[in-house]
Structure formats: C-alpha cells, structure tokens
C-alpha cells in the first residue's frame, strides 16, 4: 500500500466510568480507511461500534467517557486531544456524519434548508443567501423533488426516506473527505433502502469521499463495502477486504454471525444459532472475549488475548485458532 | 390441578396432537377476518369537523389456521399494525368481521368479549417498552393467568411458562430491567403463552434484536407452534424472517392486501409487481451477487389521499389507464395463491 490512509486509527481505548467500574468501549481499536474506500464496521449492539465513530469526531460525552489512550490520525493530524474549535472546524467539514436516525437527528424547528445551509455557512460563506442557495442545490442532489419549496418546509413534513435524505445532504453540503454513516438505512423500508444506498454510493463517488458504515446488516456490507472490519466486545476479531469478510472467514464469531443472517434463498428448518450472550462489559473474560461462546475454544483461549494474524497483507483476524506466538505476553 | 404426566412434560400445556392433518388441504380455521376496513378520522378547525379519513385498513381479508403461521409484510405506514390492533379492539374498526369460534368480536357485547379475548394474545415489537417496569417478571406474565383462569395456580402456571420459553423459574422475582433484549422478547412470549391462546400475533417481535438473537427467538416461536399447536399472524418488514417462519405470506400496500400466497412460493411464484419489486430490493449478504432489481421510483402515497383504482399505481412501472380507475380485486392465481393486479397474467418478470 503505497497511498496515505485517509484515517488510521492506532490502538485506540475510550473508557467509560460508571458507578460499577470502567467500561471500555473501545479496547484496542486499529483500522484504516483510504480515500474514496468504504470500511464496513459490523458487529451486535453493544459491540463498541458507535463509540468508535464517536470518538472519531471527539462527541464521546466527556465525563463518562474518555479516550485513554491511541491516536486517531486525519490526513496525518492527530483528533485526540485536539481542542474544542480546532475540531469544530474539522467536524462537518472535512468528516461528516449520518445518524440512524432520521426522526429524531433533525431539529424539528428549523427548517430543512436552514439546517443544510447552518453548517455551509459556518465553515465556508457566512453569506445566509448563497447558503441557502447551495442547499436547494443539496437537495436537488439528493434527489428530492421540488426542492425550492421543501427548502422552506420542517422535518415533521416529510417521510422517513426523505428525512434520510436531508441528512445525506446535510452532512455532504460541505464536500467532506470523509462520511460516517451509523446506521443509514436501518430505520428504512427494504424499498427505500435500495434507494438510499444507491444514492450514497453515487454521491461517493461523484465526490471522491471515503465512507466509514457502521451496519449490523450483512446484505448491506456485501453490496458496499471495500473493507470490512468485525467488532465484538470493544475490538476488531476481524479486518479484510470484502471478499475475504464473506468467503474466506476465519473467526468463529464472523462465521456464526453470518450463518445466523436470515436469506430467503435458504430453506434450513432451524436456524443455526451463536449460544449465549454477549458478556458483560464489567465482567469481560480474561482470554478471548468470544470464548465463553465460541464452539471451538481451546485451553489457552481461557488465559490469553489472541493477537492478529495475518492471511495476507489486509485481511487478519485475532483467534488462536490460526496459530500465532503462544508466548506473546497481552 | 393438572397431573404431570410423561405426554406433558411441561406442567399445564397439552401434548402436541398427534392427529396428522392433511397437508395443504383442510386446515382448521382458527380466525376469518372478513373485509376489515379501519378508517381515523381526520378532524379540523376549533369545532374539530371531520374533514377526511386516512384509510389505514381498507378492505382486508384473510384466515388464520389451526398451527400455521401467516406472515403478514409491508413497509412502514401500510397498515400492517392497524389490522393486528383492530383484531384485538386496540383501535376500532369502521367495518367488517373478526369471527373467533363463531362469534364475531368486533360486535360481541363486552363480557363475552373478555373471555374470546384469552384465545388471542399479542406479543409487541419494541422488548423493552412494552413490559411494565415496575411490574416483577412473574406479576407481568401472571397478570391475565389470574383474570383467565382463576382457580389456577399462578405461580406454577407462570413458572411454567417461563420454562417453556427458556428463561429460569427462579427468575419470576426480578424486574424488566434485569434482563437482556433477547430475553425481555422471552417474557413478552411467555406472557402471551400464558392463557393458552390458540392464536398468537405477533407483531415485529424480532426486529429490535441482533441477527443472533433474532435467530433464537424465531426458533423458538417455530417450536412452540409445533407444540402447542398455535395458529401466528406474524406482522414484520423483514422477508427473509417472514420466509423462514410462515407458511402462507400475505404482502399489505396501502392499507390492503396485494398478495398472499405460499412461502415456497417466494423467491419465484409471485406475480404482484410490488412483491416482486420488495423482494429484488433485498441485499444479498455475497458480494459481487444483485438480485435483478426493480428500482421502485418514490414513496409510498399518503393513505389520506390514496389515488383511486390500484394503490400502486403510483410506483407501479406495468401502470395502465385502468389502473387509475379500477381497484384491482382479489384473484385466484392457483390454490391458496390470490393476487390484486389488473395484468398479473400479462406481466413477465425476468
């Protein structure tokens, strides 16, 4: 890989104090997204997916939450620690993100085109008319019809796929480098869904911008993603290109997680099932985190954290399964 | 009251019949609902003067059978809900019949009601705002068990109850909050287990769970339909879990039913544009495969002011002239097959 990633996150931990203990939501976290690339984050809810999109653009409520360690590298800056309007010019700008979801991330006050046109004027023209101007153009963008007249209409106006859509342009309006969608389509119809995705990948490449999806939905990673990373319990169990993601798993919890995936082209009577249930995130296991699940734990699975192992130059997966150092003290 | 016996493993319920039914042919009718219409009012102005209708249900039809499970989907605002509200009198219905063992509960007087009511049971989408939270487990699922069947024994019946849904007799004592979504859809299936209902329905009771989680809770409904013989009405968007469960598949749109067919059916033998076009629409979990796909073009309309004729015609890519003016009716295609579509016979999907 000769090219400069986009965002390389290096081992990054963001921690919660409750009054129960420290959480970490995000143990250990390393990924790279390249320009104009789609990494897929998949994982169960809980999996420390949104957290690490959070800590992305620096919105982990602090307290409870900190980042304590790692870095998170844009365009070669470091985000953590970056101060309060230093990252506000990078938030919405040069990343920008889509909430899951589409009733509740909009302010029901405002009308759609001030919305669009807030964040153009804060970091480009402060001039409100050309602003909104670049917002009836968003809109048109985003493909929803009459867009002079939805300009001066509220989120209560319009349905849950348009809503969508004024996200999408919201968080396009200002050319960003970088998108992250948390679960764009999730509250969407199957029809509106096919709609939006092929919207965002239009737009993706129209724009040249790197997209981070976070998803629980397997049919949606295979249809757009480059890489996929797979997330349980606060780290990445498995990182590799697509292809390798669907067909060259390697981690029993990603091939657990994809036979569980409902299709209609089967017709199995019972549904293959991962037994038990996430742990408790105060009472994680002291080896592997998938362990006390996993249908082929070993010995040593019970005492030590397995490190990554790389297949080839991408796509590697932490089990101990597939050998690696026994002796790696974690 | 009720000896355990080797037949009945689990306390109160009965043994599967043995009986076999003949497969596809008779089934035993457990619920008909006759063109249910559920129309809201819309109401204007300080004299609140009723100024139009949004016609949520407009004309809907169907059977439930005796251990069957029908699938009803749909997209969000097709009124997919309203008919399971309207079967159990959570909303009114404007017309038409629900008959339950012969008496129609959309006009029987209130006491009667109250007893046809323990035959049917609902369980809800969303684990975890529909159990009272300052209700103990035991009290949430013994609630009807007391009101249904007095007399019983309550806490065994509840225990029971649990067990079958594979949750621990011990844990009747805690709270809602205790427990994780998967089980909390658990609790919501054993409270509606508990009065023994011969129909169940359910209405997105996997949606807010993870695929593995999911995966669990639907093989536990399919298996306790083989034991206790329960007919599902089982309401959700999602057509790979509505394929996997059913047996017969009804398709709503706009407040009324396009398609029902058999789920063997689903991946070739339907003939309504629209659930050709929901299925295309679904992701393939392989990359580098696509489903030849129908792009639908726009929303689904307002059910306020629903075009007249077929409440597709605004998305429908095979519209004709007589679209716009004829509603479409529902035609036999083949046995338990019946589409509403002016040009099922003509259109050709590839």
């Known amino acids: 890989m000769s090219q400069d990633p986009l965002l390389e996150i290096k081992n990054l931990e963001t921690v919660f104090f409750t009054d129960d203990g420290v959480i970490k939501g995000c143990d250990g976290v390393s990924l790279k997204v390249n320009p104009g690339e789609t990494l897929a984050v998949v994982g169960e809810s809980g999996s420390g997916k949104s957290v690490t999109a959070m800590s992305i653009l620096n919105l982990i409520p602090d307290p409870p939450g900190k980042i304590t360690n790692g870095e998170i590298l844009f365009q070669g800056q470091n985000l953590v620690g970056l101060g309060k309007e230093e990252m506000r010019k990078i938030r919405g700008n040069h990343i920008a993100m889509i909430f899951q979801e589409p009733m509740t991330s909009l302010n029901p006050a405002m009308t759609v085109g001030a919305q669009i046109a807030e964040s153009v004027m804060l970091h480009h023209n402060p001039d409100k008319k050309a602003a909104l101007e670049k917002a009836q153009e968003m809109l048109h963008l985003v493909g929803i019809p009459a867009p002079a007249r939805r300009l001066k209409e509220y989120p209560h106006q319009m349905s849950g796929g348009m809503r969508q859509r004024v996200m999408i342009a919201i968080a396009l309006a200002c050319s960003p480098s970088l998108l992250i969608a948390d679960e764009p389509t999730s509250a969407l119809d199957v029809t509106i869904q096919s709609q939006i995705l092929k919207l965002m990948k239009k737009l993706q490449e129209k724009m040249d911008m790197a997209v981070l999806l976070i998803t629980h939905d397997m049919g949606v990673v295979a249809e757009t993603a480059d890489k996929v990373a797979v997330m349980y319990c606060g780290s990445i169990v498995e990182y590799g290109p697509g292809h390798d993601i669907f067909f060259n798993a390697k981690h029993p919890y990603l091939m657990g997680l994809k036979e569980s995936v409902l299709s209609i082209d089967d017709t199995v009577d019972e549904l293959p099932v991962i037994k038990g249930n996430i742990p408790d995130p105060l009472h994680l296991p002291p080896g592997c985190r998938f362990e006390p699940r996993c249908p082929r734990a070993m010995e040593i699975c019970k005492r030590k954290r397995p490190q990554p192992v790389y297949f080839n130059s991408e796509h590697h997966a932490c089990c101990w399964l597939h050998g690696g150092d026994h002796d790696t003290s974690v | 009251m009720t000896p355990a016996s080797e037949t009945a493993p689990l306390g109160g319920f009965p043994a599967p019949e043995k009986k076999t039914l003949p497969r596809d042919s008779a089934h035993e009718t457990v619920l008909c609902v006759k063109d249910l219409k559920v129309y809201f009012p819309v109401k204007k102005g300080i004299f609140k003067k009723t100024v139009g209708h949004v016609k949520a249900v407009d004309g809907v039809s169907f059977d439930l059978f005796k251990g069957r499970t029908l699938g009803l989907v749909g997209e969000s605002g097709c009124g997919k809900t309203t008919v ?115 129909i169940v329905i359910a209405d997105e009771p996997v949606s807010a769970l993870d695929v593995s989680v999911q995966a669990r809770v639907l093989n536990l409904m399919k298996s306790l339909q083989q034991r206790l013989n329960i007919a599902y009405l089982f309401i959700t968007h999602d057509l790979s879990v509505v394929k996997h469960i059913s047996h017969d598949i009804a398709v709503m749109y706009l407040g009324s039913i396009v398609e029902i067919f058999n789920s063997r059916d689903l991946k070739s033998g339907t003939v309504h544009p629209y659930t050709r076009a929901l299925i295309s629409s679904i992701p393939l979990a392989m990359p580098g495969q696509k489903r030849n796909r129908i792009e639908l073009t726009g929303e689904i309309p307002s059910p306020m002011d629903a075009p007249p004729g077929c409440g597709f015609q605004t998305r429908c890519p095979y519209k004709i002239t007589r679209c716009e003016t004829h509603r479409p009716l529902l035609e036999r295609v083949k046995s338990r097959h019946t589409v509403a579509c002016h040009r099922w016979k003509e259109i050709k999907f590839s």
Request: glycine share 8%; aromatic share 6%.
């Open chain 2, 84 to 198: 399971a509200k309207a079967l159990v009198k959570l909303v009114p219905a404007h017309q038409g019949q629900v008959i339950c063992k012969g008496r129609d509960l959309l006009t029987a007087p209130a006491p009667e009601l109250r007893k046809l009511r323990k035959n049917i049971q609902m369980i809800f989408q969303d684990p975890f705002s529909s159990l009272d939270p300052k209700m103990t487990v035991g009290n949430i699922i013994g609630e009807a068990v007391k009101f249904h069947r007095p007399g019983e024994d309550v806490k065994k019946r509840v225990q029971d109850c649990m067990e079958i849904t594979g949750l621990r007799r011990e844990y009747d004592k805690r709270y809602p909050h205790e427990f994780s979504g998967g089980q909390r859809q658990r609790i919501g299936i054993a409270r509606a287990l508990a009065t023994e209902p011969a």
